[in-house]
């Protein structure tokens, strides 16, 4: 059976990750707090952050962007958005 955890994004239970997403306290707090689902989301939108603002991960101004966007976008706070993304929309069957 899978581990649930209280999701701080989407507020319920959900699945947990398998596995702290990287060592440390900020890791143990994700994997205590944040479904799996929500990290799938943000590694999707991280991938377009990076891409999209064409942010260079050797440095440090880059990578605490993206550390105040990832917590910003977890706790369902107001977080960037790649200028000009527009999601797909959903079919509704």
């Known amino acids: 059976m899978s581990r649930t955890v209280f999701c701080r994004k989407y507020q319920q239970e959900l699945e947990g990750l398998d596995t702290p997403p990287f060592p440390g306290p900020k ?3 994700i994997f205590d707090h944040v ?3 929500a990290w799938g ?3 999707s939108h991280q991938t377009m952050l990076i891409n999209e603002k ?3 991960m050797m440095e440090p101004s880059s990578r605490a962007y993206l550390s ?3 917590q910003k976008f977890l706790s ?3 977080y960037d958005e790649a ?3 527009v999601p797909p929309e959903e079919k509704n069957d």
């Open 27 to 29: 890791g143990q707090d």
């Open 35 to 37: 479904s799996k689902k």
């Open 41 to 43: 989301e943000w590694m």
């Open 54 to 56: 064409r942010l260079n």
């Open 68 to 70: 105040e966007q990832m």
């Open 76 to 78: 369902g706070e107001s």
């Open 83 to 85: 200028e000009g993304y």
